[in-house]
Structures are given as structure tokens and as C-alpha cells.
């Protein structure tokens, strides 16, 4: 899997000589003059978003790291944001943190610690990845359930044992065995237990949960 470093820097000499630095390492890097020219590239229906970190000065013009980091939450960016900053802006980059930046770093930096961060937010972007596709995977079977199965798997949720389940909705316990089965398989779990954790990783409420989740592909 791979992801792609995107660098936005209004700095054209610092943002190659970074752009080299990660291509020397491995790391497949793509340069943005600025935050405008960024959020324009991810603008629904303009491309996909395929597995990324954002690598982000916080003073750029005309539009700022900040506001650009901004309006990327606006449109759902899922992708980890690493900003770079200057010693007189570390309590802006700690605010982004705390609003959902991945990390920052301090301006001069060392090249192997600004490698070793942007390595470990590429593997959790990679991680993040493969959950969404699980996700959607899940989701998408969930979708798919008979309007009996929904029934059998929210009374099941809810902790009812499988003559409880057929009272309430007056089918025999071997049927409900059977719908019991076909759902385990569709969603892939061994157990309710099991089960009711893949709902709530998932994000999904109730059988009837949503299943358009997942990351944006716009």
C-alpha cells in the first residue's frame, strides 16, 4: 500500500529540498505551492483520496497552514496532518493537535526525526486504510441483510437468547438458528459478543445502522 506524502509549503527551496529528502528515504512525496492550491486538488469530485499525509507549514500566503488545516476538517480529510512551525508558533501547532493535527515539528529540524514522524503517520494513515475498507466491507454487508435477519440481529444485540427471539417473533428456535448462522457468516463473526464489537468499531447503530461509512472517496 502505497501513501503519498503531500507537501505544502509556500517556501519553493524548502519545499523541494524536503520533497528530496523523503524521495531519498523511499517515501513517495508530492509538492503543493500553498494551501489553496491543495484544498483545490481535494475538492468533491476533483480526485480520490487515496492514502496520504499532509505535511503543512503553518505560515504560508495567502492562505495559512491553519485555515487550510481548517477547511481540509470542513470537507472530512481523514488523512494524519504533520505541520511544521517556527519556535514563536509551537502553541498554535499544539492547539491543531489538540483539534485533530496528527503532529508537529519545530523548525530547524533534524532530517532523520522529520523522516521518523512522517514514516510513523504513513503507518497509520496505511492503518487507517485498511480499516475503512473493513469498514465499508461491513457495512456493506450489513446493508445486505433480509428484513428478517435485521429483526433477529437486533433482538440478538440486545442480549436475547434464541427461544426469546422466536416468542417475539412468533417463528420457530430452529429458524431463528438458521437466520442466526446466515448472519454470523455475512458478517463475518463467531459469536454475539464478537459480533456486537464489530458493530460498535464500525460506527454501525442497530442492524439498520448506516451502511454509506467508511473514509471519503471523492
Not at 69 to 93: N, R
Not at 143 to 165: C, F
Not at 188 to 196: C, I, K, M, P, R
Amino acid at each position: 500500500m502505497t501513501t503519498t506524502v503531500h507537501i505544502i509549503d509556500d517556501d519553493a527551496d524548502f519545499r523541494d529540498g524536503l520533497a528530496w529528502l523523503l524521495d531519498s528515504r523511499g517515501l513517495v512525496a508530492r509538492t503543493w505551492t500553498g494551501g489553496d492550491a491543495f484544498l483545490q486538488a481535494v475538492r468533491p469530485g476533483s480526485t480520490d483520496w487515496a492514502c496520504s499525509v499532509v505535511i503543512l507549514d503553518i505560515r504560508m500566503e495567502p492562505l495559512s497552514g491553519l485555515a487550510t488545516f481548517e477547511q481540509l476538517k470542513a470537507l472530512g480529510w481523514p488523512w494524519p496532518i504533520l505541520f511544521l512551525t517556527g519556535h514563536g508558533d509551537v502553541s498554535m501547532a499544539v492547539g491543531a493537535v489538540k483539534a485533530g493535527a496528527w503532529d508537529f515539528l519545530e523548525k530547524p529540524f533534524q532530517n532523520n526525526q522529520l523522516v521518523d514522524k512522517v514514516e510513523a503517520a504513513c503507518l497509520a494513515a496505511q492503518a487507517m486504510q485498511a480499516d475503512g475498507q473493513e469498514r465499508r466491507q461491513f457495512q456493506q454487508a450489513l446493508a445486505a441483510l433480509s428484513a428478517r435477519e435485521r429483526e433477529v440481529l437486533d433482538l440478538l444485540l440486545q442480549g436475547h437468547y434464541n427461544k426469546n427471539i422466536a416468542d417475539q417473533l412468533g417463528i420457530t428456535s430452529r429458524t431463528v438458528e438458521f437466520h442466526r448462522a446466515n448472519i454470523f457468516q455475512k458478517l463475518g463473526a463467531q459469536s454475539a459478543v464478537e459480533l456486537a464489537h464489530r458493530m460498535g468499531r464500525f460506527g454501525a447503530s442497530g442492524a439498520m445502522g448506516d451502511a454509506s461509512g467508511g473514509l471519503p472517496t471523492l
